[in-house]
């Protein structure tokens, strides 16, 4: 017998929003159990807004049995901790990317996960976005990927960006942390069955606004010599994010325009396959299908598709980028950890 599952938000900024009218917009299957924000004007709104309960504390929230599951919309350095803490209080819970700030604790929020049988998911959401899902099918088409280049440059300034972009621990080395922790993803999905055995990163600062590296570039090598380069940026005006994919019998090519403007993860993605634009849509959004993934997983006793069980190669080779960068080498990912 189907039941609804009762979701609660923590953290009503910016992408917290985005998985609040993800919910609203699948009331078969899920109910909004409450948000969780530690500013309680903030937390009094939102929640007045849409028609819910506020909770000041994670304990609070977590005092309330009535809640399933939990999505995280932090600062990256909390994602760790906090979902520890849902995870032994035995919810499920969906974190935004990334997962943590060091890959240890991701095998960390995995073993507690098995240990209190319940699901721990990344918030991989451009996986979700219905026209690169289906720009994914036509890679046996086009006999690839053999090369992949991802570019996100986006602009972030003091005025946009949340104050703790500001401080380095925080984010988990900044550029990385934040776009890293998507393309990187991307780009093994897109891989999915090949294997990365070499990382090589190099990141720099181009502004003094924030702490951490602001622009960067990763080339990850798989096990049968294809490459994948990802330039990443959040000091590029105008915002260009788009991917092109080649294989031997032709290219992908994709962008999304406005994913950063009003509610994140609403966009218009356009799919080109050798140069032919392809018929999609951006309804439902990405975050609307993540979130019915994450439910419909915890309906079905089954792993959802980003857990961190499923996504884990992702963080061990953002983690291998952070290590490439500092030291300014390629790292083996058959020797690394
Ligand atoms: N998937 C995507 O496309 C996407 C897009 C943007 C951001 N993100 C991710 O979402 C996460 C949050 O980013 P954001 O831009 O929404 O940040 P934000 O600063 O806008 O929101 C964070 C909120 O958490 C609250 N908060 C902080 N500590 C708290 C605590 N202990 N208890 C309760 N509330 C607390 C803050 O008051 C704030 O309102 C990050 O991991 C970021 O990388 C993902």
Redesign the pocket.
């Known amino acids: 017998m189907r039941r609804k599952i009762k979701v609660a938000v ?7 929003n ?1 998985h609040i009218q993800a919910i609203l917009k699948s009331p078969e299957q899920i109910e909004l159990g409450g948000i ?4 309680a004007a ?1 937390a009094n709104e939102t929640a007045k807004t849409n028609n819910t309960r506020a909770f000041y ?2 304990e609070e929230a977590l005092s309330n049995t009535d809640i399933d599951a939990y999505v995280v ?4 350095h ?2 760790y901790p ?1 979902g520890k803490q849902i995870l032994e209080a035995g919810r499920h819970v969906l974190i ?3 997962l943590g700030i060091h890959l240890r604790e991701v095998r960390d929020l995995i073993q507690t996960a098995e240990k209190h049988g319940v699901y721990v998911m990344s ?1 991989q ?2 996986r979700f976005y219905n026209p690169i899902q289906q720009a994914k099918e036509y890679l046996p088409a086009i006999d690839g990927p053999t090369n992949l280049l991802y570019n996100f440059a986006c602009i972030f300034t003091k005025d946009s960006a ?3 972009w500001r401080e380095e621990k925080k984010t988990g080395g900044l550029v990385l ?2 776009l890293g ?2 393309s990187i993803d991307m780009t093994l999905w897109m891989f999915e069955g090949r294997r990365p055995v070499r990382v090589y990163c190099e990141t720099r600062k181009i502004t003094d606004v924030f702490e951490g590296d602001d622009a960067g570039s990763i080339i990850i090598t798989f096990d049968d010599g294809c490459i994948a380069t990802n330039y990443l940026s959040i000091c590029h005006s105008p915002l260009k994010h788009e991917c092109l994919i080649e294989g031997r019998k032709g290219s992908i090519y994709f962008n999304h325009e406005g ?1 950063h403007d009003g509610v ?2 609403t966009s218009a993605t356009k799919v080109l396959v050798n140069g032919k634009q392809l018929d999609t849509s951006d309804d439902p959004d990405c975050f609307t299908l993540q979130i019915r993934e994450f439910t419909s997983a915890i309906l079905e006793n089954r792993q959802p598709s980003t857990s961190a069980q499923n996504v884990y190669s992702s963080y061990l080779v953002l983690e291998a980028a952070k290590e490439s960068a500092k030291k300014h080498q390629s790292i083996d990912l058959r020797e690394f950890i």
Do not use: T, Y
Not at 10 to 16: L, T
Not at 73 to 76: E, I, R, V
């Open positions: 923590i953290g009503a900024g910016r992408v917290g985005s969780v924000e530690q500013q903030l504390s994670v919309c932090l600062p990256h909390l994602h906090i935004e990317k990334p918030g959401s451009r949340p104050v703790w942390g934040m922790s998507h994913d994140i993860g």
